[in-house]
């Protein structure tokens, strides 16, 4: 607030967990706002959860074939329901019963980034609207069109920012498959 004043856009009070809003993201990706939001309308009437949220650990519990006919209306329902259920997975796994990210508010942005960046599905831009939007963080989120136009401008290298910090990891692993990192 200091550099920048008041963020009246970063409520403190969302109607999501950490969880919940990467869970949105995922669902909004390449798709219609109207499909996202029946998405994770269908995720609340199909695993109702407490405080108008899915149960996020029951719907880990369930198979990825059981997720798809939520987000079924949008593309690319498939791969979207096996990065949810990875997320999900990755949740349990790292912080225990519950299946819950709310943990992440105690850490750096650094390391919310790093670690969110390492999980498939999730992008730069997805994270980046996380911190800002539902963590209060200062963050800038750019897409793709944009990215690729401050890299060819040369604004990123003069700022000494690597245009590959705001790829998703899978696109991450291409660009290193084919030589591209330094």
């Known amino acids: 607030e200091k550099v920048y004043g008041s963020m009246p856009f970063a409520?403190?009070?969302?109607?999501?967990?950490?969880?919940?809003?990467?869970?949105?993201?995922i669902c909004a990706q390449t798709c219609r706002n109207s499909w996202s939001s029946i998405g994770y309308a269908n995720f609340q009437a199909t695993f109702p959860g407490p405080n108008g949220e899915p149960d996020w650990d029951l719907v880990r519990?369930?198979?990825?074939?059981a997720l798809e006919p939520c987000i079924q209306h949008g593309p690319y329902y498939h791969t979207k329901a096996e990065r949810?259920?990875?997320?999900?997975?990755?949740?349990y796994e790292d912080f225990g019963a519950g299946t819950s990210f709310?943990?992440?508010?105690?850490?750096?942005?650094?390391?919310?980034?790093?670690?969110?960046?390492?999980?498939?599905?999730l992008s730069?831009?997805?994270?980046?609207?996380?911190?800002?939007?539902?963590?209060?963080?200062?963050?800038f989120?750019?897409?793709?069109?944009?990215l690729r136009m401050m890299t060819r401008l040369?604004?990123?290298?003069?700022?000494?920012?690597?245009?590959v910090e705001g790829l998703a990891i899978g696109d991450r692993r291409v660009v290193a498959r084919i030589g591209l990192l330094p």
């Not at 409520?11 to 993201?25: A, M």
């Not at 519990?61 to 074939?65: I, K, L």
């Not at 730069?124 to 963050?139: D, E, Q």
């Open 102 to 121: 709310e943990a992440l508010h105690t850490w750096p942005s650094e390391k919310v980034r790093s670690y969110l960046m390492a999980i498939s599905g």
């Open 84 to 91: 949810i259920h990875g997320l999900l997975q990755k949740a």
């Open 61 to 65: 519990r369930s198979r990825v074939e």
């Open 11 to 25: 409520r403190k009070e969302w109607g999501t967990s950490i969880l919940g809003t990467l869970v949105g993201l």
């Open 141 to 146: 989120a750019v897409d793709a069109n944009v």
């Open 154 to 163: 040369g604004w990123l290298k003069s700022l000494g920012i690597m245009p």
């Open 124 to 139: 730069g831009k997805s994270i980046a609207c996380l911190l800002l939007y539902r963590m209060n963080r200062l963050s």
